[in-house]
Every structure is written in structure tokens, then in C-alpha cells.
């Protein structure tokens, strides 16, 4: 061991404590950072082909719009380096595919689960027009998006953090999240909202919420009922938008913790990202709607 003229060691110690912090402050240390590359997203796009959920006001099903922005956005954390972001397509009639949704992402060992959803009105706020020829209903009363997590998800915390992140994200691009849920007129579909700032509803029953084993959240993005809000969300540039919201919340989210499953990273990688789940027996569960 290097034996130091006694005068000159705090000296010495004071230099190596003066570099120590520099390096600190000059990156951040590896516990902090995110490992993209090990960190799993499974973007679920919301109901079937089968089953596509509501209609919009110009006729055009839900999950079309779904399926066009939770691909867009699985492009996007696949383009900044969430490698293992994984899309889950489900098939089948709505309540059968529903327990295979759940059973694919548990199986997946992800670190979160978004579900992509559009949004509509109850019936009884339908209003008529004709479009193309065709008489629809179509509400222009709600428009913004919302987001929704369960109090019963085994990470309730990490659920809320990850909605109030990606609430965060959505106003900092200007949106406006619809308060609409609070209202009385919205009967059993009226929600608490537990992040007023960035619009975070809790709705403990929703099942892809609640028997998820990781933090899961639920955006309705949008009002495709709403005549305008339609046309805004079918558009390029408005699908980016919500797309690097997303993509920056993930990256918040993910800095400071750890890949649930790190051994299986990179055995993983490569593999094909589109999944779909096959249709399951299962029975109904009545009295929770599918979203
Ligand atoms: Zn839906």
C-alpha cells in the first residue's frame, strides 16, 4: 500500500471527494437510470375486431382507432429503445377474450400495462345526424381524454404514479382531460377522480386494471362520439402527440426501477413484438363491462 507523507493526506482526500461529486453530478448513477432495453411495455389495444366497442360518430368502430394509435405508440417506445414493448391484440367475442388479455400480459412478465381505449357517451346523451347518407348518433357535449387505474391492482402505487406521469405528459402537449366522470349524470358510470391536476379516475372493478400483476393504467384517449374530437383523433399528427406523451411517461416511470425479469432480457430480445392472444373459455363475469 502507497504510503502518504501525513500532511499531504487530506489533501489528497479532499481532491478524491471533489472528483467524486463532479462524476456524480456529471450522469447520473446506474441505479437511477433507465434500462430501456429490459424494460417491458405491453400495450393493450382495447376490445376485438369481434367485439369493437363503441361506434363513433361517423360510424367508424373503436378499435380501429385503438389499434391504429396503441401501434403507433409501440412504434414509438420500440424507436427510443423499449425493445421488449410488446402489443396485444385480442380476439374472440369481448368477455371471452378478456380473461386471455389479462392472462398474456401476466405471462409476458411486464413492467406495465397500458390500455388503449377511445371514449363515447351513455345512450341517453345521443343526438341524430345523417353522415354519408346514414343516420348516426353522435354527442359533441364531452371531449378530452381521461385515465383510469384500480385501487385492487397489486401496484397501486406504481399505477398511480404511472397515470399521473403519462396525465402529466398529455397536459404539457396541451391536452385537457375531460372532468365529466365526477358528474352525477353519469350515474354508474360516474368515477372518482383522485388526480384533479392530470385527470386520474379510479375504477377498482375494471378487470384489466384490477387482475393485472403489475402497474396497470387504462387511457381513453378521446371522444370519437364527439363529432369534432373524432376527426382529431383519426389524425397523424394527433396519434404522435399522445404517442411520445406516452413514450416520455414510460421513460419517467421506468427511471428508478428495476426490470422485473433481467435474466430474460436478453433472450427476448428479437423475438417478434406483435402477439396476439387466442380466444379463451371462460365464463362471463356479469356486471363488469368490458372497456
Ligand atoms: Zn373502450
Given at each position: 500500500m502507497l504510503r502518504l507523507p501525513r500532511v499531504l493526506r487530506p489533501l489528497i482526500a479532499a481532491m478524491l471527494a471533489c472528483a467524486g461529486a463532479h462524476t456524480a453530478r456529471a450522469e447520473p448513477g446506474p441505479a437511477n437510470a433507465c434500462a430501456r432495453e429490459a424494460f417491458r411495455v405491453v400495450i393493450d389495444v382495447g376490445?376485438?375486431?369481434?367485439?369493437?366497442g363503441a361506434t363513433s360518430?361517423?360510424?367508424?368502430?373503436e378499435f380501429v382507432f385503438n389499434l391504429k394509435l396503441a401501434q403507433r405508440i409501440e412504434q414509438h417506445l420500440l424507436d427510443v429503445g423499449f425493445r421488449r414493448s410488446v402489443l396485444v391484440i385480442t380476439e374472440g367475442r369481448s368477455r371471452k377474450g378478456l380473461a386471455a388479455r389479462i392472462k398474456r400480459a401476466n405471462a409476458l412478465g411486464a413492467d406495465l400495462f397500458l390500455s388503449i381505449h377511445h371514449d363515447s357517451v351513455p345512450n341517453k346523451f345521443l343526438e341524430k345526424w345523417e353522415f354519408e347518407g346514414k343516420q348516426r348518433g353522435f354527442s359533441d357535449r364531452f371531449s378530452g381524454h381521461s385515465i383510469f387505474i384500480s385501487?385492487?391492482?397489486?401496484?397501486r402505487a406504481g399505477s398511480l404514479q404511472f397515470a399521473s406521469l403519462l396525465g402529466t405528459q398529455l397536459r404539457e402537449r396541451g391536452l385537457q382531460y375531460t372532468?365529466?366522470?365526477?358528474?352525477?349524470?353519469?350515474?354508474?358510470r360516474q368515477r372518482l377522480l383522485i388526480d384533479a391536476q392530470v385527470g386520474v379516475y379510479r375504477y377498482d372493478q375494471l378487470l384489466v386494471l384490477r387482475d393485472t400483476d403489475m402497474p396497470a393504467v387504462l387511457l381513453e384517449?378521446?371522444?370519437?362520439?364527439n363529432r369534432e374530437e373524432e376527426l382529431r383523433m383519426g389524425s397523424v399528427k394527433h396519434q404522435a402527440l399522445i404517442s411520445a406523451a406516452v413514450a416520455d411517461a414510460v421513460e419517467s416511470f421506468c427511471t428508478g426501477r428495476r426490470p422485473r425479469t433481467p435474466t430474460n432480457a436478453a433472450s427476448r430480445d428479437?423475438?417478434?413484438?406483435k402477439q396476439a392472444t387466442a380466444p379463451a373459455e371462460v365464463v362471463p363475469v356479469r356486471a363488469i363491462k368490458q372497456r
Open positions: 376490445h376485438t375486431a369481434q367485439s369493437p360518430a361517423r360510424g367508424v368502430p385501487h385492487d391492482n397489486s401496484d372532468p365529466h366522470y365526477t358528474d352525477r349524470i353519469m350515474g354508474h384517449a378521446g371522444s370519437i362520439i428479437g423475438e417478434v413484438s
